[in-house]
């Protein structure tokens, strides 16, 4: 009798788990996928920082936009950084999947054109304005603001939760930084 006893337990414990397990696996995954957004929040909004730091700085060559995007590159590690129309406008396009898009551009561009703006200052260089494809900003001087964009498409693991989320969140982080040009 009592060797029955316990292979009723153990079938009973069994049976437990299993109604058990899903939610507890879903809770777990749903988990990681919080602390991966977490994470690459935090990541691309250092990276934004440090891009704007680069962006801003003085020296004998200005920075470029490609200056820029290195930077970001380097500080986004695992998760690639391109700069579809480094200019802006900041658009709602989403990027590719766990891509990240970078813009450099003034907070609040001017209307006018500049007459005598340095070439390849970021925040609106030439090329991007005569390829008509971007709507290029004027180039940042006498020490205007710089604001370094990162839009970044997180795709998410868990199943219940992406489709929840639309398959993905859309990370946006920025950093504001006075030029010392």
């Known amino acids: 009798m009592k060797l029955s006893g316990r292979v009723g337990q153990s079938s009973q414990a069994l049976i437990e788990f299993a109604l058990v397990s899903p939610v507890l696996l879903l809770l777990i995954f749903g988990i990681i996928d919080i602390g991966r957004a977490v994470f690459y929040y935090d990541t691309i909004s250092h990276a934004a920082g440090e891009g704007a730091r680069t962006a801003v700085r003085a020296s004998s060559a200005l920075p470029t936009n490609g200056d820029v995007l290195s930077t970001v590159s380097t500080q986004l590690v695992g998760a690639p950084a391109s700069a579809p129309c480094p200019?802006?406008?900041?658009?709602?396009?989403?990027?590719?999947?766990?891509?990240?898009?970078?813009?450099?551009?003034?907070?609040?561009?001017?209307?006018?054109?500049?007459?005598?703006?340095?070439?390849?200052?970021?925040?609106?260089?030439?090329?991007a304005a005569a390829s008509g494809s971007c709507s290029a900003v004027n180039p940042a001087t006498g020490n205007v603001s710089i604001q370094v964009t990162i839009r970044f498409n997180l795709v998410l693991i868990t199943p219940i939760v992406s489709q929840v989320t639309a398959n993905r969140i859309l990370l946006t982080a920025a950093a504001i930084f006075r030029t010392e040009y």
């Open 87 to 127: 200019q802006g406008p900041v658009t709602g396009a989403i990027p590719p999947a766990n891509t990240g898009w970078v813009y450099i551009t003034e907070p609040n561009p001017p209307a006018s054109v500049e007459t005598n703006p340095p070439m390849n200052a970021p925040g609106g260089e030439y090329p």
